[in-house]
């Protein structure tokens, strides 16, 4: 199964992340959020990169998820109250909105965090080029994929540096904060000469000259890659009907 998820083409892995988004907006129903999210745990772990993946998920999405959920269980309108302490109440109504926002946030976030932990940057970006999409669009989104990694990789180098010489970098907030502004000149320099080292170099491989262009990255896409997202498309519409009527 590793292998099949790994084979599949890049655009149709990015399909089924928007998959995920479409159903849990349109199903409103928080154990069925939920439940996509233990797919896509078990995907994780299928693909060989669950540690990560949960890992992004603690630090980025359960601080978010619990500030949400607490708003709404806390302030959301309702008629049927469960428990009131000084100005808080917790209504029904708020428990179940707090849980279907919540769990769709953690869904589509979840979803699209998997499909970067298994889909480097640069195979997304040429299937979108394959897709039709302009080099100069192509790589707009490459390089704005790749700005935070980028500077976070000069950010720490910078503080490496700091620490030969004698700066302290780690202890408490107030030393780290000591250390991070002095950080921000040379990492916004070293920014800037790096975009145009890469102007550069983009120019001197001819990425602005008129004419077709041929890439020594090949992408190849089976005959499942074509059927997926027709099968995505299919069960999204039924849904909708099945909303509406």
Known sequence: MKNSLVNLYPLTKFYFALFIAATVIIVPNYVFAFAWFLVLVLIAV???????????????????????????????????????????????????????????????????????RIVEVKDFVKSLEDAGMPSAGAYVVLSTLQIIPEMRRQSNTIMEAQKTRGVETEGSIITRAKAFFPTLTPLILSSIASTEERAITLEARA?????????????????????????YIIIVIGLIIWRVF
């Open 46 to 116: 299928a693909a060989g990169v669950a540690k990560s993946f949960l890992s992004f998920i603690l630090k980025t999405l359960v601080i978010l998820l619990v500030i949400v959920f607490l708003m709404q269980l806390f302030f959301y309108p309702g008629e049927e109250v469960l428990a009131s302490w000084w100005i808080f109440e917790v209504s029904r109504e708020g428990l179940n909105y707090g849980l279907t926002l919540t769990s769709r946030i953690l869904a589509i976030g979840s979803a699209f965090i998997l499909f970067f």
């Open 207 to 231: 990425f602005s000259a008129p004419g077709k262009k041929t890439s020594l990255h090949k992408l190849t896409k089976r005959p499942i890659d074509r059927v997926l997202p027709w099968i």
